[in-house]
């Protein structure tokens, strides 16, 4: 029995999503740069955590894995900062 709406959850679920979810995301992110680390925005030095475009799809990446609004920036910010620590560590025979 769900205590509160999927897409309004109370403080309590709120809380317990955002951390459960947030590991998601940072997973999310980490295959995300992953990805571009093939393709050939790989001679990018730094990931652009903030940059806007990012954040756009970011937030796209990590959209079906909640139904309340709210929790999306902070998914979404979640995910760019997992790909931003993927891509300091990234492997060398991705660095060009
Ligand atoms: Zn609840």
Do not use: N
Not at 79 to 84: D, H, M, Q, T, V
Request: some cysteine; proline content about 5%.
């Amino acid at each position: 029995m769900a205590c509160c709406p999927d897409d309004q959850l109370c403080e309590h679920c709120y809380g317990r999503e955002l951390v459960v979810k947030r590991r998601q995301a940072r997973v999310i992110g980490q295959c995300w740069a992953e990805r571009i680390c093939r393709g050939e925005l790989r001679a990018q030095a730094a990931w652009p955590e903030h940059g806007a475009r990012t954040m756009r799809i970011a937030r796209r990446l990590v959209g079906t894995l909640v139904k309340d609004p709210r929790l999306l920036d902070d998914l979404a910010a979640a995910c760019s900062r997992g790909a931003a620590a993927w891509w300091e560590r990234r492997p060398p025979r991705y660095r060009v």
